[in-house]
């Protein structure tokens, strides 16, 4: 019997800029049934497998909270406890959970992990993070910014600190979404367009401008953003990172630089006195409760999506 493949959400360029609009739309009205204690439940009887290989407080919790929203059950599955964690072939256990779950979602090491694990799915697979991309958050980063700001086309987006996976997943989503990045980190630590596996294309690349002065990067931004300077999975490299990027934490100097109307986020965990300064990220310009929260919405839309396709208002 020949089964149509699913479509999986493992990168940013995974949805085209007319689902992403679909999606913010449905993310607005499905968080506006939320504050309202109106009951939303699509998925009555889906079950979302999380697989985690890394640690999480968000994005566990917006998914498996999102899912019980939507009518349906969540099941967290760790590598410490399962038999990932005894070298069962990711390949194998794709089989398995896809036979048992409607969807599941990854956190893991390499984005080839996810893509293994996709490429032997029958359901679809929804990338919670990888070493290289994190598209779930920059999708909620982006409704954030919707709705404080309206349509981010045209604007600029200053990214402070280390190219890391919320980097790369930012500037997939600028060239979808036509916006600039403009980045500024330490050098030995800054945009790799080779990136083996996954080099920057050059629809990316053609909204990437590059600075050595974090200060010239904020220059009129419209959003200022940045992340740990150690991500997870880099840890043996922290005394050496702490070191390189001093003069790379988003300070009041750097907002005001920025546009007047711009924006703080920061995906969270942060780290105060280190890449982000307290009084930015505890200040007025910061909305990363928001953003944080905004998780949980854009993940449910996303889940609809992925699970029913595009429903009407
Ligand atoms: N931002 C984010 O993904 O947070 P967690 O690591 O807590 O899931
Ligand atoms: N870049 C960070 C994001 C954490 C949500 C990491 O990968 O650890």
Redesign the pocket.
Known sequence: MSRQAPRHYLQFSDLDREEYAYLFRRSSLIKARFKRYEMHQPLVDRTLAMIFE?H?T??RLSFEAGMHQLGGAAIYINTRDSQLGRGEPIEDAAQVFSRMVDLVMIRTYGHDIVERFAAHSRVPVING?T?EF?PC?VLADVFTYIEHRGDIAGKVVAWVG?A???LYTWLQAAAILGFRVHFSGPAGYGVDLQRAGYPVTEAERACLGCFDDPLQACEGAHLVTT??W?????EAENAQRMRAFQGFMVDTRMMARADPQALFMH???AHRGEEVQGEVIDGPQSVVWDEAENRLHVQKALMEFMLLGQLPD
Do not use: A, F, I
């Open positions: 890394k999480s968000r994005t993070l070493n994190h958050q280390d890391n996976n919320m992340d740990v150690t991500s997870m999975g880099y995906c969270l965990p």
